[in-house]
């Protein structure tokens, strides 16, 4: 039975990142570039003042200089009519580009204007205030690598860069299957031994979370033909992660019927808890995820597993969650030989990070899970982490470390 961190290795080992697709910029957003960008042209294009003030020729300007006569104007996006003329200055506007003998430019809060000539109340060094063509990337430099990820920075400067269309890896589109005879949709009335069918969406929306697309193909029932049938559905994606049947129950026929469909199973069971019934399994390079049906135990073999998975499909290169330090305010016990997946609660004080249990760890609590903002993963071998005790987190939302305002 592979450990928590050979399980997900071996599950990384077997996946890898799609193909690629050209979308609008916008659309690039949270995805990864899937080629490099070199850039068509200087930025800036041109030499350009870095101040409102007065382009001048540094010459002009040494000590004891006299007031320059000012004998022009360049707004921003204006264009330039001239050199500067020896003792004169032209008025200019940040972005606007420099005369080609201009080697200064002094901020109008450095100057006093009077009767059409200004005077310099400061030291002027050479080449002051100017942005120089190339200064930011030069022309044909690759300015962002394949694997990056698409955020606001990079969006300005494939925008700078007049990219309208971008490459990046495709989404995965991943199918959710759910099995059991005793679930019911969203929507039908709920009776005693009928449970709604909420993995799906709880997938569904971790799915989406990752910047995937979720596929939900409904309930397989507790025979072989139905898990047959919405199997079959479910390769069709770049993934199928299923629900519950997984473990040793008289109908758990979900590893039985994906057998049969020609998945290879790569590993049943993990060393962890909850979600030691984990299945993971690979046809044709569809990699298969079966995770236990009970809501928490689903969501946190996602989060550990699933997730990793598809970032990596998607392009991503930093999959691997890392572990914050966290203090436990309070003791925890667990048997011994399994990683424990602690739902725990995050805050921050004075910078560090503080963790209390959410509450009830039993796998069928699903508010703690609500409560939860994190997951303390206990040692395989520990059986007491006490009180004041760092412990290794996995943050689970992006305001676990956010303070309140
Ligand atoms: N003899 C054994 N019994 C169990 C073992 C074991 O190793 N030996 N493992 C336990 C563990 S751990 C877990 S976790 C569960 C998981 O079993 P399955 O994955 O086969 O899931 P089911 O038994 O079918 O369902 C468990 C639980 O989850 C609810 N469920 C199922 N699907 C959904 C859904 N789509 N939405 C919401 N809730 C769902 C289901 O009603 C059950 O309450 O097995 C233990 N037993
Ligand atoms: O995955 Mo099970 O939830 O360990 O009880």
């Known amino acids: 039975m592979p450990t928590f961190e050979e399980a997900r290795r071996i599950i990384l080992d077997h996946v890898t990142p799609l193909g690629v697709e050209r979308v609008e910029l916008l659309a690039s957003l949270g995805r990864v570039l899937a080629e490099d960008m070199n850039a068509p042209w200087d930025m800036p294009l041109y030499d350009n003042s870095a101040m409102d003030g007065f382009a001048v020729r540094f010459i002009d300007c040494g000590e004891g200089a006299v007031p320059l006569r000012i004998t022009g104007?360049?707004?921003?996006?204006?264009?330039?009519?001239?050199?500067?003329?020896?003792?004169?200055?032209?008025?200019?506007?940040?972005?606007?580009?420099?005369?080609?003998?201009?080697?200064?430019?002094?901020?109008?809060?450095?100057?006093?204007?009077?009767?059409?000539?200004?005077?310099?109340?400061?030291?002027?060094?050479?080449?002051?205030?100017?942005?120089?063509?190339?200064?930011?990337?030069?022309?044909?430099?690759?300015?962002?690598?394949?694997?990056?990820?698409?955020?606001?920075?990079?969006?300005?400067?494939?925008?700078?860069?007049?990219?309208?269309?971008?490459?990046?890896?495709?989404?995965?589109?991943?199918?959710?299957?759910?099995?059991?005879?005793?679930?019911?949709?969203?929507?039908?009335p709920p009776e005693p031994g009928r449970i709604i069918n909420s993995n799906a969406l709880s997938l569904a929306a971790a799915i989406r979370e990752t910047g995937a697309e979720p596929v939900i193909i409904g309930i397989a029932r507790d025979n072989k033909e139905s898990h047959r049938e919405k199997m079959l559905e479910g390769l069709q994606a770049d993934a199928l992660i299923t629900s519950a049947g997984v473990s040793a129950g008289d109908k758990d026929f979900v590893r039985d019927v994906l057998a049969e469909l020609g998945v290879q199973q790569i590993f049943w069971k993990v060393d962890i808890k909850p979600g030691g019934p984990t299945a993971f399994g690979v046809k044709d390079?569809?990699?298969?995820?079966?995770?236990?049906?009970?809501?928490?135990?689903?969501?946190?073999?996602?989060?550990?597993?699933?997730?990793?998975?598809?970032?990596?499909?998607?392009?991503?290169?930093?999959?691997?969650?890392?572990?914050?330090?966290?203090?436990?305010?309070?003791?925890?016990?667990?048997?011994?030989?399994?990683?424990?997946?602690?739902?725990?609660?995050?805050?921050?004080?004075?910078?560090?990070?503080?963790?209390?249990?959410?509450?009830?760890?039993?796998?069928?609590?699903?508010?703690?899970?609500?409560?939860?903002?994190?997951?303390?993963?206990?040692?395989?071998?520990?059986?007491?982490?006490?009180?004041?005790?760092?412990?290794?987190?996995?943050?689970?939302?992006?305001?676990?470390?956010?303070?309140?305002g």
Request: proline content about 6%; some cysteine; aromatic content about 6%.
């Open 285 to 404: 390079g569809t990699p298969v995820f079966s995770l236990p049906g009970n809501p928490v135990s689903t969501m946190v073999t996602f989060e550990e597993f699933v997730k990793p998975a598809l970032l990596k499909m998607m392009g991503h290169r930093r999959v691997i969650k890392p572990y914050v330090k966290a203090i436990l305010r309070e003791e925890a016990r667990k048997k011994p030989g399994k990683v424990h997946f602690l739902r725990v609660r995050i805050e921050v004080e004075d910078g560090r990070y503080w963790a209390t249990t959410s509450g009830d760890q039993n796998t069928g609590i699903l508010r703690t899970m609500v409560r939860a903002n994190a997951i303390a993963v206990l040692p395989k071998d520990r059986t007491l982490v006490a009180a004041g005790e760092e412990v290794d987190v996995h943050l689970l939302r992006s305001d676990a470390a956010m303070l309140e």
């Open 73 to 188: 104007y360049i707004p921003a996006g204006g264009s330039v009519s001239g050199p500067i003329l020896a003792g004169c200055a032209i008025r200019i506007m940040t972005g606007a580009p420099i005369p080609h003998n201009c080697d200064a430019v002094v901020p109008v809060e450095e100057t006093e204007e009077s009767d059409g000539m200004v005077s310099i109340k400061s030291a002027v060094r050479q080449l002051q205030h100017i942005r120089f063509h190339g200064e930011d990337v030069a022309n044909g430099d690759t300015f962002l690598t394949a694997g990056t990820v698409v955020q606001s920075p990079e969006i300005s400067m494939l925008a700078s860069f007049g990219k309208a269309i971008v490459p990046v890896y495709r989404k995965a589109r991943i199918a959710v299957l759910s099995t059991g005879d005793e679930l019911i949709e969203l929507g039908e």
